[in-house]
């Protein structure tokens, strides 16, 4: 409590001088540097070029520990997949992120043709999924076999590289993956 009146203190005598003061704590899911539509770094910069005085903290957690986190008053914005979230806390929609299914080089659907695969050969494969994700579903898919799981997108880019499973990823995360040929999408304009 003691820390928190001084701070507030702090914050009070520099709006009397009309500048921001204090702290801002900003959570974010990982693998959101590479969202071009997010724009993240860009807010970032102008935030901080009005606002030098504010000390900014960018916190990279789970979507259920920003909820937590969000809860408990330990981050003051956070930028997750929320679908929903108590009434205590505003829930604004940022944008729309495409997801892509991705198998590794080493995975024995990466040389099949898309026109040769069908949604529920693809099924038949072990799934690594995300966990919190509980309520959401591969569009136009028969039912996965979930295999592994994580909370982390790294650690989902991981299981797919190991070539043991499949996984979607953002499109805009896996790209340089892509493009050096080591995953592929599968049936990308199908699913």
């Not at 539509?37 to 910069?45: C, G, S, V």
């Not at 005085?53 to 003051?76: C, F, G, K, T, W």
């Amino acid at each position: 409590r003691m820390f928190a009146s001084i701070e507030q203190f702090r914050s009070d005598i520099a709006s009397s001088r009309g500048e921001l003061t204090g702290e801002l704590h900003i959570g974010v899911v990982d693998a959101v540097a590479t969202n071009d539509n997010l724009k993240l770094h860009r807010t970032i910069r102008s935030f901080n070029e009005s606002a030098k005085a504010v000390d900014l903290r960018v916190h990279i957690r789970s979507p259920q520990m920003l909820l937590r986190n969000l809860l408990e008053e330990r981050v003051h914005i956070g930028i997750a997949p929320f679908s929903s979230v108590p009434q205590s806390i505003k829930l604004v929609k940022l944008h729309k992120e495409t997801q892509v299914l991705y198998c590794s080089r080493s995975h024995e659907l990466f040389d099949i043709k898309d026109d040769e695969l069908t949604i529920d050969a693809i099924g038949e494969f072990p799934y690594a999924a995300r966990n919190y994700l509980q309520n959401w579903s591969p569009p136009e898919t028969s039912q996965f076999r979930t295999a592994a799981s994580t909370g982390d997108m790294e650690a989902l880019l991981l299981y797919i590289l190991s070539g043991q499973f499949i996984g979607y990823l953002p499109k805009h995360y896996a790209e340089p993956w892509v493009k050096s040929g080591k995953i592929k999408g599968l049936l990308e304009n199908n699913l």
